[in-house]
């Protein structure tokens, strides 16, 4: 079988990004002088994210980070400017009055005239002795630029003549930073030793130096509101503030980022400082504390290492909880980013971590592997239990405060022996959100209760498994505990007695399991690849699917557990359909997915990935859109897929009519098949009553006979009908027409009639098949009747229509009208039917094949009947 052409996911579609705030590149604050407020830009990825610097709220993004579209209007956020012309990758950028300059990797300088998107001014550095590595304007100073090189040499230039107007000797180190102080004629100059000089370029004196023990200087700032004070950033996180005045080192805030400092920025006039780094975070630090140190005054931050878990948090599947491999736990809403929290980070004791003689670090738990939450009693009390890192100790969390919780669980059967190679390996809160299971590597499995976190018992007399618990799973209704182990076992145990129900043996071991509680199909991944679906109610494997590459790391339902989705190291994310046992998507990623998560509303579907650390949406297109879904054949390639940003992705115009175009051209036949019987697309009025008309007409007779109306209508008369034909005109003179009735035009035969005489010469009746289709009720009536001897009609013609109710039959379609039609016939003709031998022979072939008809009908309702029964009592 070839394989398919479908490009990408038929059912996925990447939306956008969540938990992304910033990078490894500086943040840029402008003051909006019609808001009058700070906004603060930031780039991930692709996308810009502003943010207001008194909320930290997102407000906007924009799309196409491209190193050459440099110009953006911040206003309606469009790209405005695009610039072409360097032949490498840009890394330093400035704006210049109404030019902008820009340096790439080859050492190559530009000035660009911004409106006229022209180049203005170029300049080639030598990188043997001046590779430019930082770049500013000083104040006051016309078309005066000043470049810092990698040897430490600074060189001021003027633009607009094109002259190098003085060279700085330097101080024989890398140039990494270069910042305006608030004073005139003087630049602090950041160096690579970790040297700040505070530097004097229009005597060429430095007028002061310092000296941080943290690695290079990553960037500078100066405080603007009275006191005269420098901010210095690191590489390992920690902000240094200088006092220029007394020359000295004032304050040390450590670890005020993850990872190196990529901006500093002193709001002018405020006492406030910005902060971003690569550790995905966006800091806002006040000064108003005793000791020149800045408190955290706001923050947006995600996870600054990839998350290794996510799980959607509720019902609305408005929320997902993410743990990540920094060892916190985070809350991330679906709607907008002021619905976040952090859940914070892990601590074995909260009150010896506070005090401050102890390091944090000593007391921060390992990352989370695994946990489990339920919102059914997150009100009342802790509704999050988690595993972590080589830790035998659960803790708990609650998700209303946004805190660690108040219990550690941890068996005592170990004696709290934290040397012993034994840790919690899955866990599983139950639907009622009272009682949580953990199970352990040593093969325990014990039950706590969330409310009090007591130790409730334990399944199995000795443990539960000979190997490491892998996955543990409470059923919806608190009556089976479903655990698989190492041993390749996967056990059944009842719930309050913790008895074994029942075990079922696997090929291999299990990697992971995850239980759709509505259905009670267990998904177990196994070691070798491969994939078992255990019905927990009949207590067999009914599906296995096998595909993958590599090690599954996680699975998910759909919500009503049609779909069994699985992400795998292979970087395959593929969609199996469990009533039919197939692969119906497949698609793949640039980064293996690490784990899933469905939406409990099925509109989304979240993932992580390896080396990311954002949580990335994938919106459901069989809630928008009709798509067909197709098993895909063994030899399927499928196609990468690149992950969303941070911007809700726009289709292009046509690409959703590309996705099912065979499904829109598709028309269906007037019969799908001979052999089945097809009904007219008639409404009922137009053939269910025909054998009530009587009683319809007598139930709507009007009263009184209508009046005729004095004045002449607006509109023209019509005849009655649902074909409109306007009425002839009335003859002015109605007094001298005729009043005798002209027996001989009554008599006339009618289009029908004519139609049918030639039609059972020909033995086609289509033509008065398609009038009768045409008429109403009342018309269908007039022209049976007409067609009796003493309405002016023929025995020859009754034959006639019967061979068309014969022919209808025959054909299988219409069978609803020819039913109506054959019963107003008899009704009306019966009588002379028997009466005539040629009626009668014909009535009898149009008798044996309407029972010919029925038979085959009720063989296929019976047929239909069992498939039915059997597909809602037997098993998948």
């Known amino acids: 079988m070839p394989a398919c052409s479908k490009k990408g996911s038929v059912i996925f579609s990447g939306f956008r990004a969540l938990g992304l705030y910033s990078n490894h590149l500086s943040h840029v604050v402008r003051y909006h002088k019609k808001h009058r407020e700070f906004y603060v830009v930031t780039a991930v990825g692709n996308c810009f994210h502003t943010y207001n610097v008194k909320l930290i709220i997102s407000l906007n993004y924009l799309l196409d980070l491209t190193l050459f579209r440099l110009i953006t209007d911040v206003a309606s956020m469009q790209v405005i400017h695009t610039y072409t012309g360097h032949g490498a990758d840009v890394h330093l950028l400035l704006p210049f009055g109404d030019h902008i300059i820009s340096v790439d990797r080859d050492n190559v300088v530009i000035v660009w005239d911004v409106e006229s998107e022209e180049e203005y001014l170029q300049i080639t550095f030598d990188k043997v002795s001046f590779e430019v590595s930082a770049v500013m304007h000083p104040s006051t100073y016309l078309n005066k630029i000043l470049f ?124 406030l400082l910005i902060t971003n780094g690569a550790d995905n975070a966006i800091r806002v630090w006040i000064f108003d504390t005793a000791g020149g140190g800045g408190r955290l005054l706001r923050s947006r931050l995600g996870h600054s290492a990839p998350p290794s878990q996510v799980r959607h948090h509720g019902l609305n599947g408005q929320h997902i909880l993410s743990a990540g491999q920094d060892g916190t736990l985070q809350s991330f809403s679906t709607v907008h980013e002021k619905f976040n929290r952090s859940l914070g980070h892990g601590s074995i004791n909260k009150k010896k971590s506070k005090k401050k003689s102890l390091r944090y670090e000593q007391l921060k738990l390992p990352a989370i592997t695994t946990f489990a939450s339920e919102s059914a009693r997150q009100d009342d009390w802790d509704s999050i239990v988690a595993c972590h890192r080589g830790f035998l100790m659960t803790t708990t969390w609650n998700y209303q405060k946004g805190s660690m919780g108040a219990h550690k669980l941890e068996p005592e059967r170990f004696n709290k022996n934290r040397a012993l190679n034994v840790h919690a390996t899955a866990v599983d809160i139950t639907s009622c959100g009272n009682f949580v299971v953990v199970g352990i590597s040593s093969g325990h499995i014990d039950v706590y209760n969330m409310q009090s976190g007591m130790h409730r018992g334990q399944y199995g007399e000795d443990r539960a498994h000979e190997g490491a618990v892998r996955g543990v799973s409470v059923d919806g209704l608190n009556q089976l505990t479903i655990s698989a182990g190492a041993d390749n076992l996967v056990k059944m145990w009842k719930f309050k007695s913790r008895q074994l129900v029942h075990s079922v043996d696997l090929a291999s071991p299990p990697a992971t399991t995850h239980l759709h509680r509505d259905s009670g199909m267990l998904a177990i991944a196994l070691d070798d690849f491969t994939l078992n679906v255990l019905d927990t109610e009949t207590r067999r494997i009914v599906r296995r699917f ?61 993932s992580s990935h390896v080396d990311n650390l954002g949580i990335y949406l994938w919106s459901n297109n069989t809630l928008c859109c009709m798509v067909s879904l197709r098993p895909l054949p063994a030899d399927y390639e499928p196609t990468v897929i690149m992950l969303p940003g941070t911007c809700p992705s726009q289709v292009e115009e046509g690409e959703d009519e590309d996705l099912n175009s065979e499904m829109i051209e598709y028309e269906s036949p007037e019969q799908l098949d001979e052999e089945l019987v097809t009904l007219s697309l008639l409404p009922d009025s137009r053939w269910k009553n025909l054998l009530h008309l009587d009683i319809i007409k ?139 031998p040629e009626l009668m022979g014909e009535a009898s072939r149009v008798s044996q094949e309407l029972e010919k008809t029925w038979t085959s009908m009720q063989t296929l309702f019976n047929q239909s009947l069992c498939l039915l029964s059997y597909s809602k009592s037997a098993l998948l």
């Open 546 to 606: 096998s595909g993958h590459r590599g090690q599954v790391n996680d699975m998910t339902f759909s919500p009503d557990g049609r779909w069994l989705i699985t992400a795998s190291m292979d970087c395959t994310i593929r969609t199996w359909d469990l009533p039919s046992g197939c692969l119906v998507d497949c698609f793949l990623v640039d980064s293996a997915a690490v784990s899933l998560t469905m939406s409990p509303t099925g509109n989304f579907l979240a």
């Open 148 to 271: 810092g090189s990698c040897q430490g040499g600074l060189q001021l230039w003027n633009v607009k003549s094109n002259k190098l107007l003085y060279t700085f000797p330097g101080w024989a180190s890398g140039v990494t930073v270069l910042q305006q102080t608030p004073a005139v004629d003087v630049v602090g100059v950041g160096l690579s030793s970790g040297q700040i000089v505070i530097h004097n370029i229009k005597f060429d004196e430095s007028m002061m130096k310092f000296q941080q023990d943290w690695g290079p200087v990553t960037s500078l700032s100066f405080r603007t509101d009275g006191h005269p004070v420098m901010a210095a950033g690191s590489p390992v996180g920690h902000i240094g503030l200088w006092d220029l005045e007394e020359k000295k080192l004032v304050c040390q805030m450590r670890e005020a980022h993850n990872t190196a400092i990529a901006g500093l920025t002193f709001l002018h006039s405020e006492p």
């Open 698 to 836: 007598k139930r709507n007779k009007p009263k009184e006979p209508p009046k005729v109306p004095k004045a002449a209508p607006f509109f023209m008369p019509t005849i009655p009908g649902l074909i409109p034909q306007f009425a002839p005109p009335e003859g002015s003179n109605q007094e001298e027409q005729s009043k005798v009735v002209n027996f001989g035009v009554l008599a006339q035969k009618s289009n029908f009639y004519r139609e049918l005489e030639s039609a059972t010469l020909s033995n086609k009746f289509d033509g008065p098949v398609g009038m009768l289709k045409e008429m109403g009720p009342s018309a269908i009536d007039a022209e049976l009747r007409g067609l009796a001897p003493d309405m002016g009609g023929d025995v020859f013609v009754l034959k006639g229509f019967l061979k068309m109710v014969a022919s209808m039959l025959d054909s299988k379609r219409d069978f609803d009208l020819a039913q109506a039609y054959l019963a107003l016939f008899l009704k009306l003709h019966l009588r002379l039917i028997s009466q005539e």
